[in-house]
């Protein structure tokens, strides 16, 4: 069972959206507080499911057919911290607000880490196979409404409680579904750049024109 | 053959999983497997077939994911499928087996976790129920959300006259995913009325057994138990308790009595029913006697009344200005805050009363109740004097709540016991009548008694009937307390009720209240009080309380008293560092220091001055800080809230002294229809507030209508719109789209009276004019420059 110890500090300081600021005592403290709750509170839950792609109907768009081409099978999975963690994050709204937000950063931080170690064991599962980075519904040209088609194969609103609505926004909130190529060639590193990352439509250095350097 | 009589046998054997069965018939994953209803029907009725072969006395029709949401693309309809798999079962089981019309959970989340509302889970419900009208019995399984079941079991009683069976599953922590209880679904599901109740799905019988104990406890109807085949392999999918083991588990379950009806769930075949139905054969039924007292719920949390439990009394607007102008304000978050500062005191529940002739009661109810529960674990009391009030409220109340109240009085018992009835709640009776409130304890318990027999004869436990024996002023009639305390006393001991009182009354009219408030507390307790109505914030009342229960020997060990006293900190007389400054606290995020400097300033400066001289300039500078990169986020909200706090203070004052609070204009926010993420939209109401704008929230998951209507309704010319989705962005564009088109937002000459300025991770300034906004703000310190811009 994966769990979670520790919550990527820049990282959500990052999502924050205020990379570049220097640390001081008041933040850390917010920071703090904040992690101490969400360790508290999350009760991480994942899934996980290797299909063959042709015919799957997963292969929708152009970014995702590039993103796992010569690929024959993938891993689908997804992730959540369960429903308590949204109600941290409401409850925290009406109290404190800036711990609100913190709690809303770290939490998302800290479903990607559960994701991360997913990958771990997906790769340690397959030693002989090559695997692609992972690459999420809305990326890209991929679309976001395929989040309902992976929880269905993953049966994740019985096993895990994880939904969709008719928006495709994932319910509980804090939670991600992805994709990993598995190839018996070697993969050609494709460029993971801000593509592949969550912020990338919601980022404030790329709406400036520019990237964040991560 | 029916339900009721199959109750009669002994044990009532189940069939086994069916997509289990499925698959291994080659449906493939992701697939419908409800489709097979017409598609394939000889395959779904030969598994129905051997499960009654097995000895299953009650079969599931192929009915479980059968409704509206997901079979949207399916290309059949509700009606189609389910009645397929109704009729497919029916002509298996030819009178050798019942048929259960079989109800899984709709497939999304249900409000607050998800977006779908109560009335549209009710909708799909009762499609499906409609739809398999033919079948015996109602089966709802595998439910996490206690209110999405409610609204299933409601369609069900509403639509059909059919036995209810309700089944949740529950993960090793005892809770579903969605945190509900054993001892909240229990207590519910009996309320509402159901047949049997129980758990299915998730893990083994082992596994589950704690979660059957639990129920049984709680149970005064047959206990359903369905588990799976122990727990799965994650990558073969295969099961690791074989049918021989689990049947052995399965009679162990048995023994706990009360437990009737039993199959299996996932990974369970004919095989194991099989094996079920051996292990049982010899074996008596027994009814466990219920070892909980009396208790209400939410979807957590149990409140049972086996000891003195607090009720706080704040959530009502009588004799409270701020509260009312937060009702008229639609202020739910001021709400809010109480209920949190009440809860975090250590009320156990919380009386609910939004009642002002200037609002719409019934919707201001719906939507305090929904907030509320979003956000506090513990139980509500209901209080209403309009039955249509307490009917909305009652429906999509998460649990077993209170209502308050019914009275002796015949149109009271009329109207209220039926909906307490109904909706399986507990009730307060007020030992009052058409003739007012009996001077004589004879009198009140009289009343008390009336109430009892009225709530017995429809189906009432007079342990879910609370009696009230009203406190009166003491000052005006003082032979009055010893008869208030007369009457609970007889009424707990002779009528065995729980009991409740508000209790401050009784000092009306004399100094040093607080006093008499304790001690007739105290008293009152003796005689045996379980419910006393008080204002948890008020240390001393809520510490005769914890006193009380170490002297009545309830606080074992003096235990929660001890937590409670020994390390309490003595709180510190509100001082104040002359080093700090009133712009420092705020900067520095130091809430009750400003609170306190603010205080000490209004004794010798005009209010508008500490506003334009102090906070404004202090946040002004915060503003800057993060703008410049020095300060992040959280940081600068923080000292908008410390700013807040200060504003409070200034508002209180100046509505001490009748001077209404200056705001610079109103604003509508809201996040836009199907959008739940609302963090961005609330960090733009702090700062607005902080700015002296007066906000109206309008929540998130906003209908466009709801918008132009409060717009009209209260003349507001500017607002606010946030989105974080791309899916969702649409509902922006048709939000600003329908403001735009609205005749009455309109000035003559056709042009918009409103300003729109919108926001969100998702949107750019080049969109955000593309859908016809005013502004576009990137974040919320630019909404508050667009304010000024706009409103001044």
């Known amino acids: ?214 | 053959m029916d339900f009721s009589k199959l109750l009669e046998n002994e044990y009532v054997i189940l069939d086994g999983g069916m997509g289990t069965m499925l698959q291994k018939s080659g449906l493939k994953l992701g697939d419908i497997p409800e489709v097979l209803n017409i598609e394939n029907p000889e395959v779904v009725a030969d598994i129905h077939r051997q499960y009654i072969e097995a000895g299953a006395q009650i079969i599931s029709a192929n009915t479980f994911g059968a409704n509206g949401y997901k079979l949207k693309d399916s290309g059949y309809t509700v009606e189609e499928i389910i009645s397929a798999g109704v009729k497919n079962a029916k002509s298996v089981a030819e009178g050798k087996a019942l048929v259960a019309l079989d109800i899984g959970p709709i497939g999304q989340l249900i409000e607050p976790s998800g977006a779908m509302t109560f009335q549209e889970a009710y909708e799909y419900f009762k499609e499906e129920i409609l739809a398999g009208k033919d079948a015996d019995v109602i089966f709802f399984e595998t439910m996490t959300d206690l209110l999405e079941l409610k609204a299933g079991i409601l369609a069900a009683k509403e639509n059909s006259c059919k036995p209810i069976v309700a089944s949740m599953t529950f993960e090793e922590n005892m809770r579903t995913f969605s945190g509900v209880s054993v001892g909240s679904a229990a207590i519910t599901l009996q309320g509402l009325g159901v047949d049997a109740i129980g758990v299915n799905c998730s893990l083994g019988p082992d596994e589950l057994a704690p979660v059957v104990k639990e129920f049984v406890k709680w149970s005064n109807i047959p206990v359903f138990v369905k588990p799976n085949a122990g727990l799965p392999d994650p990558n073969s999918n295969t099961y690791n308790v074989g049918p021989v083991d689990f049947a052995e588990s399965m009679a162990k379950i048995a023994e706990y009595g009360t437990v009737k009806l039993m199959g299996g769930c996932c990974g369970t075949t004919p095989e194991y029913i099989k094996e079920l139905k051996k292990a049982l054969n010899c074996k008596k039924y027994k009814k466990a006697t219920v070892t909980a007292d009396t208790a209400i719920c939410s979807g957590t949390t149990v409140c049972e009344i086996s000891q003195p439990r607090v009720i706080g009394e704040r959530i009502n607007p009588t004799g409270k200005k701020l509260f009312k102008q937060a009702l008229i304000d639609n202020d739910i978050d001021y709400i809010l805050n109480q209920a949190i500062s009440q809860v975090h005191a250590g009320a156990d529940i919380l009386d609910v009363n939004v009642g002002l002739p200037e609002i719409d009661e019934k919707e201001m109810m719906v939507k305090v109740v929904k907030a509320l529960q979003s956000v506090v674990d513990v139980p509500l009391q209901i209080d209403s004097t309009k039955p249509d009030v307490l009917d909305a409220a009652l429906r999509i109340y998460n649990g077993k709540p209170i209502v308050n109240s019914v009275n002796g009085e015949e149109k009271s018992l009329d109207t209220v016991l039926p909906l307490v009835k109904k909706y399986g709640a507990s009730v307060i009776g007020l030992t009052l009548d058409k003739d007012g409130i009996p001077k004589t304890a004879e009198g009140r318990f009289e009343i008390a008694k009336k109430i009892v027999e009225r709530a017995k004869a429809l189906g009432i436990s007079p342990k879910d009937v609370y009696i009230d024996c009203l406190t009166l002023t003491v000052s005006a009639e003082q032979e009055g307390c010893r008869e208030t305390l007369k009457a609970l006393h007889r009424v707990k001991t002779e009528l065995g009720c729980k009991t409740c009182l508000g209790v401050s009354n009784i000092s009306f009219g004399l100094p040093n209240r607080k006093l008499v408030n304790h001690i007739f507390l105290t008293m009152a307790l003796e005689e045996g009080l379980d419910l006393p109505i008080i204002n948890p914030n008020d240390v001393e009342m809520m510490g005769a309380i914890y006193a009380y229960k170490v002297l009545a020997n309830i606080d074992k060990n003096s235990t929660a008293f001890i937590e409670k006293y020994n390390d309490a900190v003595v709180e510190k007389p509100k001082q104040t560092n002359s080093e700090i400054t009133l712009s420092y606290a705020i900067m520095n995020g130091l809430k009750s220091e400003a609170s306190a400097l603010t205080e000490k300033a209004l004794e010798n400066t005009d209010p508008m001055d500490i506003v334009n001289n102090e906070l404004i300039p202090a946040l002004d500078k915060v503003g800057m800080d993060f703008e410049k990169g020095k300060i992040f986020l959280p940081q600068l909200i923080q000292s908008a809230n410390v700013a807040q706090v200060c504003f409070e203070v200034i508002k209180k004052h100046l509505s001490q002294s009748n001077n209404a609070p200056v705001s610079k204009g109103k604003i509508i926010l809201a996040t836009v229809k199907g959008d739940i993420h609302d963090i961005g939209k609330n960090i733009v109401k702090v700062l607005l507030d902080n700015y002296g704008y007066t906000v109206v929230d309008l929540g998130r998951d906003v209908d466009p209508q709801a918008v132009v209507d409060t717009a009209i309704k209260q003349d507001i010319k500017m607002i606010g719109l946030s989105a974080l989705m791309t899916t969702t962005l649409k509902s922006m564009e048709d939000t600003i789209a329908l403001v735009r088109n609205t005749k009455e937002l309109q000035n003559p000459d056709g042009s918009s009276k409103c300003v729109i300025f919108v926001g969100g991770a998702v949107l750019t300034e080049d969109y955000a004019m593309k859908i016809g906004a005013d502004y576009y703000c990137k974040d919320a310190k630019e909404s508050v420059d667009t304010a000024k811009k706009v409103l001044g």
């Open chain 1, 1 to 214: 069972m994966i769990a979670l110890n520790k919550i990527d500090r820049e990282e959500a300081v990052r999502y924050l959206g205020n990379s570049g600021v220097e640390m001081n005592s008041t933040m850390e403290g917010i920071l703090d507080i904040c992690e101490e709750k969400i360790l508290a509170t999350a009760k991480p839950k994942y899934l996980y499911k290797t299909v063959a792609l042709e015919n799957s109907g997963l292969l929708v768009g152009n970014s995702i057919s590039n993103h796992l081409e010569n690929c024959q099978n993938a891993v689908i999975l997804c992730a959540t911290l369960g429903a308590d963690i949204d109600k941290l994050i409401r409850t925290a709204q009406i109290t404190d607000m800036a711990q609100a937000v913190v709690i809303d950063s770290m939490s998302s931080v800290a479903v990607e880490q559960i994701c991360n170690k997913v990958e771990e064991l997906i790769i340690a599962e397959n030693p002989t196979l090559f695997t692609t980075w992972r690459f999420s519904p809305g990326y890209g040209d991929y679309p976001i409404e395929l989040q309902s088609d992976f929880l269905r194969i993953l049966d994740a609103p019985r096993k895990i409680g994880l939904c969709t609505n008719n928006n495709s926004i994932l319910t509980p909130t804090k939670s991600v579904t992805a994709i990993i190529g598995l190839s018996e060639t070697p993969i050609e590193q494709k460029r993971r750049g801000c593509q592949s990352c969550n912020l990338a439509k919601t980022c404030k250095f790329r709406k400036a024109g520019n990237h964040c350097g991560f």
